[in-house]
């Protein structure tokens, strides 16, 4: 069964009645919950618990990582940021939801700033899936629309995704670019745009398939131990 780890700032819901209202037990908690009950094995982790609740042993029994955070990004110790990039690269999946874009962790694993344009007041999305064969996109249609959504536009400051499932049109007249795959050591990463505080975006079944598909992807596959280092021939040739 794939382990997955909930991270979360858990900020907001604690300070702010209009996020309280929509996720009054936290965001946290409505994913862990959604992704319980299609057959993942979940526990949730915060900001304000020791070590953020993402200890040695968490992290080496979790398969899949997935990561909110909003406005503490520099509250985040570094130690835990080393932490979670050498699990990613031996493995362990990552799931970066949201302004986690602007995470620590995701900056470390993209190597860019992850800037990008933004405008809070809700409108229209349309969240296109651009990759339809793509397992993430597995049981989706061909678009899903979100009446209320914060903007996020382009030009967004990541690597060339390896793959680009999802392409969000909003009615501002801004793109973005929502669904991005990327390998980083033997780690999968999927960045996925949707799912501003206010908003109850992670309660849409629609949402809550594509994080489940995500997870799916993510976690790691059986296979050969990769080896580094110098070696002797594993053959010689005639």
Not at 81 to 93: A, F, P
Not at 134 to 144: K, L
Not at 162 to 187: I, Q
Not at 191 to 219: K, M
Request: with cysteine; net charge negative; glycine share 8%.
């Amino acid at each position: 069964m794939v382990q997955v780890t909930v991270w979360n700032e858990f900020r907001h819901e604690r300070e702010d009645e209009a996020v309280k209202e929509q996720y009054p037990d936290g965001i946290h908690e409505v994913l862990a919950e959604c992704l319980a009950e299609r057959g993942f094995e979940t526990r949730t982790a915060t900001l304000d618990e020791p070590e953020h609740g993402l200890t040695e042993a968490v992290l080496e029994d979790t398969d899949v990582l997935l990561w909110w955070g909003h406005a503490a990004h520099d509250e985040v110790e570094d130690a835990i940021v080393e932490r979670v990039h050498e699990r990613v690269l031996d493995g362990m999946g990552l799931l970066v939801l949201h302004s986690a874009h602007y995470s620590k962790i995701f900056k470390r694993l993209m190597g860019t700033s992850c800037s990008l344009k933004w405008r809070e007041e809700g409108e229209r999305e349309r969240l296109w899936v651009v990759e339809p064969s793509h397992p993430i996109a597995a049981g989706v249609e061909e678009f899903i629309e979100l009446s209320e959504a914060e903007m996020y536009g382009e030009r967004f400051d990541v690597p060339e995704p390896e793959t680009l499932v999802f392409n969000s049109w909003f009615e501002g007249g801004n793109v973005f670019r929502s669904g991005c795959c990327y390998r980083r050591g033997s780690g999968k990463i999927f960045y996925f745009r949707p799912g501003h505080e206010t908003y109850p975006i992670y309660r849409r079944p629609e949402i809550q398939q594509v994080i489940a598909n995500a997870v799916r992807w993510a976690a790691p596959t059986e296979g050969p131990e990769p080896t580094y280092g110098e070696r002797e021939p594993i053959e010689h040739l005639d």
